[in-house]
């Protein structure tokens, strides 16, 4: 196999040689090149023509936003957002600007003890790989109508039922990873208030971004949008994000359905586990249920739809022409347990349709 070329930008010259050290030590991977900041940047992309791009947001000169608005614009490339915990809201930014993906380091600096970044900046390298070729910017644009957002929210507060919220009659599950950022916004932006459908989200991610991720959606749209808390219950015309680091599951009692919060082990794969959400929702719900299994790497979901048909619900994968990485929607497509293969942009309308059935 051709080796994946990388330009890593990164105004650390620590970080620099760190990231290509890390790059460099495996077999399928060369760093063709490293920028000082996206000026720099920007005319390495044009003379190397990478595979790949590991950028950091910060930087003098011309900042890792200005890089990916000319990038994706002029010269659309894979780009790898490696960022600090403390610039949560910019990740998002920077995925809603076309990133592929990110990876969070604990500090400005990478720490001398690298190994827990190793494997994942490997990882998330080799996915480019597999990726398809699709614009990542013109996969969301969708054209599909857009609610109108509330009055502005703030941040974190303490979570307070919608007023005159209903337990829902109609959920929708849905699993994604990478890509899976910016098609969520885009799903939400264009759902109504939906008052009689919940929404439960299993989005890849590490702990202490699925809140800032939640913060940003419930500033966007006209539902309810937090990072699910243990015990919260369902309600029509919210949205639960499980939080990174655990997996979410959905429990019953009497009429009621809840959120309950399970620890991860060390062998789990996927966190948070989009099979354990769609196996323990399929089990507690009895009333109308959609999954939708949207693009990533590897499996997760695959088993859920299974069980998810077998309880009576509906399922959807998103297809492969505008899947960012067509593994988590191929693996579901084949076990023949999905209903319905579609684009992005279907996808919302057919969510759409379902939160918001027709009154008779």
Same mark, same amino acid.
């Given at each position: 196999?051709?080796? $994946? ?32 900041? %996206? ?88 996915? +480019? ?6 614009? =990542? ?46 098609? $969520? ?23 202490? =971004? ?6 940003? $959606? ?59 959400? =769609?196996?323990? !929702?399929?089990? &507690? ?7 939708? +299994? ?6 997760? %979901?695959?088993? %859920? ?11 959807? !994968?998103? &297809?492969?022409? &505008? ?18 293969? $579609? ?18």
């Amino acid at each position: 196999m051709k080796k $994946l070329r990388v330009l890593v930008v990164d105004d650390s010259a620590y970080n620099r040689q760190t990231i290509a050290e890390i790059l460099n030590g495996h077999p399928e991977i060369e760093v063709v090149g490293k920028a000082y900041d %996206g000026e720099e940047g920007l005319k390495l992309v044009a003379q190397l023509k990478p595979d790949l791009v590991t950028l950091d947001i910060e930087m003098p000169r011309m900042d890792g936003f200005t890089f990916l608005r000319i990038v994706m614009s002029k010269m659309p490339t894979p780009v790898i957002v490696i960022s600090s915990h403390s610039r949560k809201q910019e990740v998002f930014q920077a995925l809603e600007l076309g990133a592929l993906d990110f990876i969070a380091k604990p500090s400005h600096h990478i720490a001398p003890d690298i190994a827990s970044l190793r494997n994942e900046i490997i990882a998330k390298a080799l996915t +480019v790989h597999s990726l398809e070729p699709v614009h =990542f910017t013109k996969r969301v644009n969708m054209n599909v109508p857009k609610a109108e957002p509330r009055e502005q929210r703030g941040g974190a507060t303490e979570w307070q039922a919608p007023r005159a919220a209903q337990p829902a009659t109609r959920l929708v599950c849905v699993g994604a990873s990478t890509g899976g950022p910016p098609a $969520l916004e885009s799903l939400f932006k264009a759902m109504g208030t939906s008052p009689q459908c919940a929404f439960l989200v299993a989005q890849h991610m590490p702990a202490k =971004f699925t809140r800032a991720f939640a913060e940003r $959606l419930n500033r966007m749209t006209s539902l309810d949008i937090r990072e699910a808390e243990e015990g919260m219950e369902i309600l029509g015309g919210c949205v639960y994000i499980a939080p990174g680091g655990k997996h979410m599951e959905l429990t019953r009692s009497g009429d009621a359905h809840f959120i309950k919060l399970q620890d991860v082990r060390e062998t789990d794969r996927y966190v948070p586990s989009i099979d354990r959400l =769609f196996e323990s !929702a399929a089990m &507690s719900f009895e009333m109308s249920m959609l999954a939708v +299994v949207l693009t990533g790497m590897g499996a997760d %979901g695959a088993a %859920g739809v299974r069980i998810v048909r077998q309880a009576g619900g509906r399922t959807i !994968a998103e &297809s492969q022409e &505008s899947s960012i990485v067509f593994g988590m929607p191929k693996e579901a497509i084949q076990t023949g347990c999905v209903d319905e293969i $579609l684009a992005l942009g279907q996808i919302i309308e057919r969510v759409a349709k379902f939160a918001s059935p027709p009154v008779p």
